[in-house]
């Protein structure tokens, strides 16, 4: 199972092929090569699926999704909560 937490874009290339997204504090770069007409702007935020922006969500519901991830790392020991969030490579 995939699970894709909202990230915020906080910077996009010249080119405007690659963003870098800060994923509750942890930044990576990811390409945006699959989102076509629909591009992003800095602040906006994405979900991501092995290393591609797939597509633009809602700030709003963003940031509920962010609050109730953060409501199960609360639950998990700390070697669970390093895996699930720097050991994810979406």
Known sequence: ???SIPSKVVKISEDKTVCTVD???????????????DG???GD????????????I?????????????E???????EERQRAILDEKN
């Open 23 to 37: 994923t509750m504090g942890v930044q990576r770069d990811a390409s945006l090569l699959m989102m076509g007409e």
């Open 72 to 78: 199960i790392l609360e639950k998990m020991d700390e």
């Open 58 to 70: 809602d700030e709003k519901e963003a940031l509920l999704s962010i609050e109730t991830y953060k």
């Open 45 to 56: 935020f994405v979900l991501l699926h092995i290393g591609f922006v797939m597509e633009k």
């Open 1 to 3: 199972m995939c699970l």
């Open 40 to 42: 992003v702007d800095i």
